[in-house]
């Protein structure tokens, strides 16, 4: 998990995507610190993704630049 400014990112390196083992998946939410809620904005995968890939498997978030 990480938190930077309003947006959390958590990732899921042994989500199984169709039939693909452990293929992996970033989740990106926007955080409402005024009524303390968060929506999902966006679900990230590997484009050229496999199964054992544990996709999201380190992640980092510093302002708006996220690294995976």
Do not use: C, H, M
């Amino acid at each position: 998990v990480g938190i930077s400014g309003t947006f959390l990112v958590a990732s899921a390196p042994d989500k199984t995507l169709n039939t693909e083992e452990k293929r992996g998946q970033v989740y990106v939410f926007e955080i409402n610190k005024i009524t303390a809620s968060s929506r999902e904005i966006q679900r990230l995968v590997a484009t050229d993704g496999k199964s054992f890939d544990y996709f999201g498997y380190s992640i980092g978030i510093f302002s708006d630049i996220l690294v995976i």
